[in-house]
């Protein structure tokens, strides 16, 4: 008796769009060369382009920004801002969520399936650390009923310690988060980059903090460094390359992480989409990097649901 084969989970493959112009004037260009290289999906770069103002969507320019990706063969992701902060404090915590709700309404408006936006960071040194995951765990529940009516899944990244934070979630504190608030509409992006960051910054292990973050993940950022956290000085992200130091976004093969062990620790939920996330400062790679997220992505395994024939 034959098994088949589990099918592969990652259902597109793309990259993360260079912001340019925060009027979005110069996006057909890059939708023609994203179309041109054959990826399936972009992720598109809502942080760096005016839609808000005040927590509220402007909505002449998102009707603008509609224009400008109908048509296409692409399928499309989104990137929320990236000042959106869950575990801030009280008295600024419906601001945050008002931003995010924006992002909702931008995602859905365009005909994005996904939106991507950070774990939250505690930087008040008088923040008691489990309220703010708790702050985060309530706004994350009502933004999830938001996103779920509108049928998007929000995507929470695991990200690294920066700005002098006193913490942010490791990507098994994070998928601890996630099962308790055990909503079908709150998923998590895995950044393999950032967890190899995070876990540097407090000895953890890191294939062993991905292994926990698996079964919640809907999406994937892939993109190279050496799993350092920043640590020196450095003038410009050149600099910072030349030491290996810090969160690079490299082209994948440039820095040290160990794919080859990623992908035996990854065992992925079908339907995950991998997101090329490249420096724009090495964008002469991005048509080789294609296939190359191509191959990576291909390398891993899905969850076995063959059934006896």
Not at 194 to 223: N, S
Not at 251 to 256: A, K, R
């Amino acid at each position: 008796m034959q098994m088949p084969l589990p099918a592969s989970p990652i259902r597109a493959c793309g990259y993360s769009l260079r912001e340019g112009s925060p009027e979005f004037d110069d996006l057909g260009l890059s939708l023609d060369e994203a179309e041109a290289l054959g990826v399936d999906v972009v992720e598109l770069p809502v942080h760096g382009w005016h839609l808000i103002v005040g927590g509220r969507v402007l909505t002449d320019r998102l009707a603008d920004l509609t224009r400008a990706l109908s048509g296409r063969k692409l399928g499309y992701t989104v990137h929320g801002p990236l000042a959106i902060n869950l575990m801030d404090v009280p008295e600024r915590l419906a601001r945050h969520e008002a931003v995010l709700e924006a992002s909702i309404e931008i995602t859905g408006a365009i005909g994005s399936d996904t939106l991507v936006i950070h774990s939250g960071i505690v930087r008040e040194h008088g923040d008691d650390i489990e309220l703010a995951y708790a702050r985060q765990r309530d706004a994350l529940a009502r933004a999830g009923d938001k996103a779920a009516a509108a049928g998007i899944t929000l995507c929470v990244e695991n990200v690294f310690r920066t700005g002098g934070a006193r913490e942010t979630a490791s990507p098994l504190k994070l998928a601890g988060q996630l099962a308790a608030i055990d909503h079908a509409a709150v998923k998590a992006t895995l950044d393999v980059s950032h967890a190899f960051i995070r876990c540097a910054e407090t000895r953890l292990d890191p294939l062993a903090e991905i292994a926990e973050l698996v079964p919640y993940v809907a999406h994937l950022h892939l993109h190279d460094s050496f799993g350092r956290p920043s640590e020196l000085w450095t003038r410009s992200s050149a600099e910072a390359a030349a030491f290996g130091d810090g969160d690079l976004h490299l082209p994948i093969g440039w820095g040290g992480i160990d794919w080859q062990a990623v992908v035996e620790t990854v065992t992925l939920n079908p339907g995950v989409t991998a997101i090329l996330e490249l420096n724009p400062r090495h964008w002469r790679e991005i048509g080789p990097q294609v296939p190359a997220l191509r191959t990576l992505a291909a390398r891993f395994r899905g969850l076995d649901t063959a059934v006896a024939a």
